[in-house]
């Protein structure tokens, strides 16, 4: 059953499980892959698929610590929040 995200433009998108998996991988390589078919589907698409990949993924992980000062993002403030939801995982790990 795939997972449905809606934005409020009257679009919604669906993401099946696998895809959602892989893309839950620290590993950026593999969190982004797309196979030849959909590589191939991307050059005729207006919206690229890759590019929503990336957006995604750097929804779920962040981005890099010298992207960060470059967008002007309270790095500071962010690891906080991190540590915040570290022991939050900690004191109730079913979350």
């Excluded at 995200?5 to 991988?25: D, K, P, Q, T």
Aim: charged share 25%.
């Amino acid at each position: 059953m795939p997972v449905t995200l809606s934005f409020g433009n009257r679009h919604n998108y669906e993401i099946n499980h696998s895809r959602l998996a892989r893309l839950m991988s620290p590993d950026k390589e593999e969190a982004l892959y797309m196979g030849v078919w959909d590589r191939f589907k991307d050059c005729f698409r207006t919206h690229k698929k890759q590019e929503v990949l990336e957006v995604l993924y750097t929804l779920i992980h962040g981005c890099e610590r010298e992207n960060q000062a470059e967008l002007n993002v309270d790095i500071t403030g962010m690891e906080k929040i991190h540590a915040f939801t570290q022991l939050k995982q900690y004191a109730n790990p079913s979350q």
